[in-house]
T-cell receptor
Framework: AQSVTQPDIHITVSEGASLELRCNYS??????LFWYVQSPGQGLQLLLK??????LVQGIKGFEAEFKRSQSSFNLRKPSVHWSDAAEYFC?????????FGKGTHLIIQP | KAGVTQTPRYLIKTRGQQVTLSCSPI?????VSWYQQTPGQGLQFLFE???????NKGNFPGRFSGRQFSNSRSEMNVSTLELGDSALYLC??????????????FGSGTRLTVV
């Protein structure tokens, strides 16, 4: 069965510092991977997605992610975080049963 | 173009009642899927509809049901509400190519509280 693991429940980063959120997936076929962001009480906003092609994917708000098949990973990165990036981040893989999500990483930005 | 619209945004119901939630997808998107989000279980897949047919269903009891209309709008229904059904219910709209759904744009959700 498919699964997504986000090892970090909480991450604290200083404003202006770089960010990397980890995501590992388990899926038998070629994965279709997503990163979403959620602000409190809101829906999910798509940051970026990977289906095929270039393994480095650019998204909105300055985010990028790199697909590494050998490591079954799809880590999200941003070179310099802003206070407005504080939110919950979810990694997901598409399967026959819709999207399977990780438990999320709560990002805290220190001034 | 307009995004995914979910109504109502907030709902308070009593145990034992039933509730119907609505989702209008992005124009041209024919696939709608539903997810339940709770602090304990996270985001869980409920079901997916395409062209008025349920294609997949998650591991939820039969009290959870849904349907899709010819204009692609979808409703989900929960009967005999339990306290544990309190959650944020999210709807996702997708376009379909070659029988596979792509895109997955989410609405703002319906916050259901069961008292």
């Amino acid at each position: 069965a498919q699964s997504v693991t986000q090892p970090d429940i909480h991450i604290t980063v200083s404003e202006g510092a770089s960010l990397e959120l980890r995501c590992n997936y388990s899926y038998g076929a070629t994965p279709y991977l997503f990163w979403y962001v959620q602000s409190p009480g809101q829906g999910l906003q798509l940051l970026l997605k990977y289906f095929s092609g270039d393994t480095l994917v650019q998204g909105i708000k300055g985010f990028e992610a790199e697909f590494k098949r050998s490591q079954s990973s799809f880590n999200l990165r941003k070179p310099s975080v802003h206070w407005s990036d504080a939110a919950e981040y979810f990694c997901a893989v598409r399967s026959a049963d819709g999207l399977t999500f990780g438990k999320g990483t709560h990002l805290i930005i220190q001034p | 173009k307009a995004g995914v619209t979910q109504t109502p945004r907030y709902l308070i119901k009593t145990r034992g009642q039933q509730v119907t939630l609505s989702c209008s997808p992005i124009s041209g998107h024919r696939s709608v899927s539903w997810y339940q989000q709770t602090p304990g279980q996270g985001l869980q897949f409920l079901f997916e509809y395409f062209s008025e047919t349920q294609r997949n269903k998650g591991n939820f009891p039969g009290r959870f049901s849904g349907r899709q209309f010819s204009n692609s709008r979808s409703e989900m229904n929960v009967s005999t509400l339990e306290l544990g059904d309190s959650a944020l219910y999210l709807c996702a709209s997708s376009f379909v190519t070659g029988q596979r759904a792509y895109g997955y744009t989410f609405g703002s959700g319906t916050r259901l509280t069961v008292v």
